[in-house]
T-cell receptor, first 118, second 111 residues
Framework: GAVVSQHPSWVICKSGTSVKIECRSL??????MFWYRQFPKQSLMLMAT?????????EQGVEKDKFLINHASLTLSTLTVTSAHPEDSSFYIC??????????????FGPGTRLTVL | TQLLEQSPQFLSIQEGENLTVYCNSS?????LQWYRQEPGEGPVLLVT?????EVKKLKRLTFQFGDARKDSSLHITAAQPGDTGLYLC???????????FGSGTKLNVKP
């Protein structure tokens, strides 16, 4: 299957600082990438859809000024958590949409980033 | 209510038993995926189904897509401790640029 990398795999930061997470599709081009947040023992919660060359689409209740998304190329999307607070501590996972097969529409996930805000 | 209803939420069985996980919806999906996730890792794709009535097999795992493309099931035969994990279904709706997830099934296979 397709490979998606995510960096860093974990980060610890002080309250009030900003943290950037990178998501890369390594062997295919992705016009669409997704950012999810996952709480312990729960399913994934979609935060936003990142579209290459245009503004991200945020889900209801997600602050776009707090979670900045940039999708500058077909293989890279970044999520910046601005002025992080302890309640932002979570497991963040990105995925890249692969529609290259024509009829198959699938997303491949990165390994996730564990963010801890002190 | 979620667009994709996944059941059961939790399943604890003995090694060697069979099990089935269901994902149901009133909506029609263009495709549906099944993932398995282990703690602290991203979900790993198991299969994508796109055709109504389609059945796919992956060793001891059998995936079925409903005829109307509104539901899907995952059947595991002779479960092993290595099958333990969180199983997630996700569907793509026509003309919607995102995927909808089920609530997940936490499977624990005891040796």
């Amino acid at each position: 299957g397709a490979v998606v990398s995510q960096h860093p795999s974990w980060v610890i930061c002080k309250s009030g600082t900003s943290v950037k997470i990178e998501c890369r599709s390594l062997d295919f081009q992705a016009t669409t990438m997704f950012w999810y947040r996952q709480f312990p023992k729960q399913s994934l919660m979609l935060m936003a859809t990142s579209n290459e060359g245009s503004k991200a689409t945020y889900e209801q209740g997600v602050e776009k000024d707090k979670f900045l998304i940039n999708h500058a190329s077909l293989t890279l999307s970044t999520l910046t958590v601005t002025s992080a607070h302890p309640e932002d501590s979570s497991f963040y996972i990105c995925s890249a949409r692969d529609f290259s097969g024509g009829t198959t529409d699938t997303q491949y996930f990165g390994p996730g980033t564990r963010l801890t805000v002190l | 209510t979620q667009l994709l209803e996944q059941s059961p939420q939790f399943l604890s069985i003995q090694e060697g038993e069979n099990l089935t996980v269901y994902c149901n919806s009133s909506s029609v999906f263009s495709s549906l995926q099944w993932y398995r996730q282990e703690p602290g890792e991203g979900p790993v794709l198991l299969v994508t189904v796109v055709t109504g009535g389609e059945v796919k097999k992956l060793k001891r795992l059998t995936f079925q897509f409903g005829d109307a493309r509104k539901d899907s099931s995952l059947h595991i035969t002779a479960a092993q401790p290595g099958d333990t994990g969180l199983y997630l279904c996700a569907g793509a709706l026509y003309n919607f640029n995102k995927f909808y997830f089920g609530s997940g099934t936490k499977l624990n296979v005891k040796p």
